[in-house]
């Protein structure tokens, strides 16, 4: 699969998403407006708001961050969650991650003053870490709804080509059954 | 060999000497047995035709490749599949094996669910089963004569066991010989391995808990084929644990790898496809059925065909739904009904209670490939003693694993380490899950709904069934028991998890029994020793239906076994006039 994060983008999309990321007042970052350029994936989310993808694709790319593989930005881990959301979600589901979201961005702007998405990247940090934990300003709750989150760019991101078969190990066809191998430095947890 | 598809009718004036209704684990061995002895057949099924590895359509495919990376989608889930859905094996890779919700609705009392999970296209859920292949006990059979549950079984371990052998060598089951009285040896292909954890767990559990031992699970999956298997068109297992799908290696057993080749192999064979069975036809003249009327699913024309023998293997509650829709004069309350006890005596097994936690160590191990099987402790309750709360018996199962990606929900951080701590095999866990049996009970009975009918005008099925308090009492044990046995297998954070019989209503074990039951006594019983109707001589239902009780093992090596050997005596029967 090609990864966009490692794509130059094409200049008038690239003044499109600048145009997009204006209206959402948002300063994209490079690879948030490389995983926002999928081609495969253009268009408008189904579910959420241009925002609130924008604010899933941040907090999915803090969780599982560009390494020497890519991230879930890179991706579209934000683009799967939105799509999943929309079609396999219950309305239940739906209202409850975009009320998670809308409470991170309310902390952000009373602790900070501004968006999470714009937010410098250590400051970023130290509010998930708080959210981790469950520390305040965040609640139990929020912590469960991390959690929840946590769970939904790993589904995403491990599910993908490359977080299948790049960051882990994919053998779709094992040709048989090993009781015991022995763990070397290597070694990387299956993917399925 | 000429493919399967040649073999497809619809209008037919023969009579056959036999037609086989259903197309799943019973009805592809009916048809196998009934053609190799000599009989011209023909096999009605109600659902669409699937053809091996072509209409395989969720096999092979990736999981970004998928929509929904392998969900369903939730408006089709909840207008299509609102009772398949609960099925553990129901997913975006395997819906289409699964039964429409919408245009084959059943109905349930008021607060008493029951989840019928069905297949609807040639092979059945055979497609989709769990494989675990095991032999019934005596244990087994004689536990209604003992404890006065349900009427006694007009056979004994003797009278199948050569049986078991006949299909077991045919299917191919790889498990290991045990020398276990509650679960007695077969013919067996090399069993499955072990993994690291599993095998110290198991050493320790044999020692602890003698006689009870833990072994691993037998399933129909050919580990090594043997050069029989080979010859079927069948494949080694690849490992990929997405049985479920199909498998275009022919690598686990299903009417189409294994039974069904066979049968076209005769060239005695004909199949009906979309064939609806609204019910069996019967001549009071000569008492005996002549024929089944079908309504055709995609035209609505009906039609009829006509043989000498029939046999029902449409699953458990569809075969007795044919035979309470099968009314006449001499049989009012549906053909074969002389006992009143058609549609009676309905058992599924209790499922969802056990035991987890973390096992420590090991940190070096790890294993390669999906094992499509699992470690197994056959029942040791009430074996050698009476147990104080409750009757009859469960097994246990489960193993061991390490940790994957999906503990990103539940383990602390983010980030760059978070992202280098789930690329390593995580720590290892072991669970322990039980299935235990349900006893069967006059009140949980299928009935047709009175006013009710499907877009065929079929009459809706009505399913009433419930736990008994022995069954709630055995539920407990099981997550009791599991917790005990990993705590002294050294297993650390030992969780119970028990749901509840009433958030888990009975269905989802995909274990229905009863409803025509065997017995001895025609007054009680709808089938004798032979899966052959006390009432119609050359009728006989060899599914699920015929059971008189439900025992604590997956049942359908032995709806095998019983097919077999109720089609071999049909035969014999038939040939000697008899029938």
Not at chain 1, 139 to 155: M, N, P, S
Not at chain 2, 245 to 258: H, P
Not at chain 2, 523 to 550: E, I, R
Request: hydrophobic fraction near 40%; include cysteine.
């Amino acid at each position: 699969m090609m990864d966009m994060a490692d794509d130059a983008l094409a200049p008038s999309r690239r003044t499109a998403l600048l145009q997009l990321g204006a209206l959402c007042g948002l300063a994209l970052s490079g690879d948030l407006l490389a995983a926002v350029a999928r081609p495969r994936k253009a268009g408008p989310p189904e579910l959420l708001t241009p925002a609130e993808l924008a604010l899933t694709g941040v907090l999915a790319e803090l969780i599982i961050p560009r390494t020497d593989t890519p991230g879930a930005l890179a991706v579209g881990a934000h683009r799967t969650i939105d799509h999943l959301l929309h079609a396999c979600a219950t309305a239940t589901q739906q209202a409850g991650y975009r009320a998670g979201l809308t409470r991170i961005e309310a902390v952000a702007l009373a602790q900070a003053g501004k968006p999470f998405a714009v937010l410098p990247s250590p400051r970023q940090t130290a509010l998930l870490h708080r959210l981790d934990a469950g520390a305040d300003p965040f609640t139990a709750a929020d912590r469960e709804f991390f959690r929840q989150l946590k769970g939904y760019v790993a589904f995403a991101y491990y599910t993908s080509e490359a977080g299948a078969t790049r960051e882990l190990a994919y053998l779709p066809v094992p040709g048989g059954f090993t009781g015991s191998v022995k763990v070397t430095r290597a070694t990387r947890a299956w993917a399925i | 060999m000429e493919p399967v598809s040649s073999f497809y009718i619809k209008e037919s004036a023969t009579r056959f000497d036999a037609i086989v209704v259903g197309s799943g684990i019973t009805g592809g061995w009916a048809a196998k047995e009934l053609t190799e002895r000599g009989l011209k057949t023909l096999m009605v099924e109600r659902g669409r035709p699937v053809e091996h590895g072509v209409d395989y359509l969720g096999e092979n495919r990736d999981p970004w490749t998928m929509p929904n990376r392998g969900q369903v989608d939730a408006t089709e889930a909840a207008e299509q599949f609102f009772n398949q859905r609960l099925c553990y094996a129901f997913d975006e890779h395997t819906k289409q094996f699964f039964n429409n919700d919408r245009d084959m609705p059943y109905s349930t009392p008021e607060g008493r669910p029951f989840s019928w999970i069905r297949g609807n296209q040639l092979g059945g859920k055979s497609l989709m089963w769990a494989r675990q292949s095991y032999r019934w006990s005596d244990l087994d059979f004689e536990a209604n004569l003992k404890d006065g549950h349900g009427v006694d079984w007009p056979i004994r371990y003797a009278d199948l066991a050569p049986w078991y052998s006949h299909v077991e060598r045919h299917v191919g089951i790889s498990g290991g010989s045990e020398g276990l009285s509650v679960l007695p040896d077969g013919e067996f292909l090399p069993a499955f391995d072990f993994n690291a954890v599993e095998l110290a767990l198991k050493q320790k559990f044999d020692a602890r808990f003698a006689p009870a031992r833990m072994i691993m699970g037998r399933t129909a999956n050919l580990r090594t084929p043997s050069e029989a298997h080979l010859a079927q068109g069948r494949g080694q297992c690849q490992a990929r644990h997405q049985c479920q799908r199909g498998c275009s290696f022919g690598a686990y057993f299903s009417t189409q790898s294994s039974t069904l080749p066979a049968a076209v192999k005769t060239g005695r064979l004909r199949i009906a496809t979309n064939a609806i069975v609204h019910s069996v036809i019967y001549d009071p003249a000569t008492n005996r059925a002549t024929g089944v009327r079908v309504i055709d699913a995609e035209t609505m024309a009906t039609r009829e065909y006509h043989a000498r023998i029939v046999v029902l293997c449409a699953s458990t509650l569809a075969s007795t739904a044919i035979l309470l829709n099968s009314t006449s004069a001499a049989f009012p309350t549906g053909l074969a009904n002389s006992s009143g006890a058609l549609g009676h005596y309905l058992t599924d097994h209790l499922f969802g209670a056990g035991a987890h936690g973390r096992v420590e160590g090991f940190e070096d191990d790890y294993y390669q490939g999906r094992r499509p099987t699992a470690p197994y402790i056959p029942r040791f309750r009430n074996v050698l003693e009476q147990h104080p709360r409750f009757l009859r018996g469960y097994a246990l199962s489960g193993g061991a694993g390490r940790d994957g990606w999906q503990s990103a929900a539940w383990k602390p951080g983010f980030g760059k380490d978070f992202k280098a701590m789930l690329r390593r095999p995580g720590a290892w866990h072991f669970s322990l899950g039980g299935q235990g049996e349900m006893l069967p009970r006059y009140e949980n009975m299928v009935s047709l709904h009175p006013t009710r009918k499907d877009k065929w005008g079929m009459p809706l099925l009505h399913i009433d069934c419930s736990y008994s308090e022995n069954d709630r009492r055995m539920q407990e044990d099981i997550a009791d028991t599991a917790a005990t046995i990993l705590e002294e297998l050294g297993v650390k954070d030992v969780k119970k998890h028990i749901r509840t019989l009433d958030e888990w209503p009975p269905g989802l074990s995909i274990h229905e029994m009863g409803t025509a039951r065997m017995g001895r006594d025609p007054k009680t019983s709808v089938l004798n020793g032979w899966n052959q109707s006390h009432d119609v001589p050359n009728l006989f239902v060899t599914d699920g239906a015929s059971m008189a009780s439900g025992a604590w093992q997956n049942p359908s090596l032995t709806f095998m076994a019983l097919t077999a050997r109720a089609c071999a005596h049909a035969v014999e029967e038939l040939k000697a006039g008899r029938i």
